[in-house]
C-alpha cells in the first residue's frame, strides 16, 4: 500500500502526536520513517484520496503540530512515495538539501498576501494621468463611428491597466520584503494584482501583519489587502 507523507523533519525533532491522526476514514494512524539525520511523518494512504475538508484539515493539524517544536518541511496534500522503503530511500538521497532547507525554516512562518483595487477607481487614475488615452476617449464618446480609434483606446487602456497593476504590485512587494526573510510571488489574476507568499522570523510575525495593516489603512477603501497566516511554510519547502 502506498505511504502517505505529511512532512519531513530531523530526526531528533519532538514527535508530539498524540491527539492527532492521519488522513482517512477512519483515520489512519501516523508512524515515521528515518533515515540517518531525518525523519518523514507518514501513515498508510487510503484508496481514492481526494481533498475532502476532513482530510486537508488532518493533514494540516499533523504539519501545525509538528511546527510547534520546531523546523518542518510540510509536504503538499496527497503527496505519495510508493512504500515506506522508497520514502527512506529519498531521505538518503536528498540529506544534504532537506537539512539545508530546515535550517532555513527554522523559526519561520508564512503568510500570504493577496491585493487587489477596485476596477473603477484604477481607471480614474488612468484616466487622469495619461492625457492621449484621455483625448482618445474624448473623441471617441463625442464620435460614435470612430470603430479605429475606439479599437485603439481599448489595448491602450488594457495595457495601462497591466502596467499600472504590475508597478503597484512591485512597490508593494518592495515595502515588505525588507520586513521578510525570503518572498514567492504567485500569479496573479483578473480581480487581484498581487498573489505573494513571505517567509517571516516568528518573533516578527506581529510586526509583519501590523505593516500591512498600516498599508491598507493608508491605501483606503478602493483596495482590499488580505492577509492569511501564520502558516506552514508550503511556498518555500
Not at 3 to 26: E, F, K, M, N, W
Not at 105 to 124: I, M, N, P, Q, Y
Not at 139 to 148: E, F, G, I, L, V
Not at 189 to 218: G, H, I, K
Amino acid at each position: 500500500m502506498p505511504t502517505y507523507v505529511y512532512a519531513i523533519t530531523r530526526a531528533d525533532h519532538p514527535l508530539r502526536l498524540d491527539g492527532v491522526s492521519g488522513v482517512g476514514d477512519p483515520p489512519a494512524d501516523l508512524r515515521t520513517v528515518t533515515a540517518r539525520d531525518l525523519t518523514a511523518v507518514v501513515s498508510e494512504a487510503p484508496p481514492g484520496l481526494r481533498a475532502k475538508r476532513r482530510d486537508v484539515m488532518a493533514h494540516q493539524s499533523v504539519v501545525e503540530r509538528l511546527m510547534d517544536d520546531g523546523a518542518t518541511l510540510p509536504m503538499r496534500f496527497g503527496l505519495l512515495g510508493p512504500d515506506d522503503e522508497q520514502v527512506a530511500a529519498v531521505l538518503e538521497q536528498e540529506q544534504s538539501g532537506y537539512r539545508e532547507r530546515l535550517a532555513e525554516l527554522e523559526g519561520h512562518v508564512e503568510f500570504h498576501l493577496k491585493a487587489s483595487r477596485d476596477e473603477d477607481d484604477l481607471l480614474r487614475e488612468i484616466m487622469e494621468r495619461n492625457d492621449e488615452i484621455r483625448r482618445l476617449n474624448e473623441r471617441t464618446r463625442d464620435d460614435p463611428s470612430a470603430h479605429q480609434d475606439r479599437m485603439a483606446l481599448g489595448e491602450m487602456v488594457s495595457d495601462a491597466v497591466t502596467a499600472r497593476r504590475q508597478s503597484e504590485a512591485d512597490e508593494l512587494v518592495a515595502l515588505l520584503e525588507g520586513a521578510a526573510a525570503r518572498t514567492a510571488r504567485g500569479e496573479a489574476a483578473t480581480s487581484v494584482f498581487l498573489n505573494v507568499s513571505f517567509l517571516v522570523r516568528d518573533e516578527e510575525a506581529a510586526a509583519f501583519t501590523r505593516l500591512v495593516r498600516e498599508e491598507a489603512e493608508r491605501r483606503g477603501s478602493t483596495y482590499q489587502l488580505t492577509l492569511t497566516g501564520p502558516l506552514p511554510p508550503y511556498s518555500f519547502v
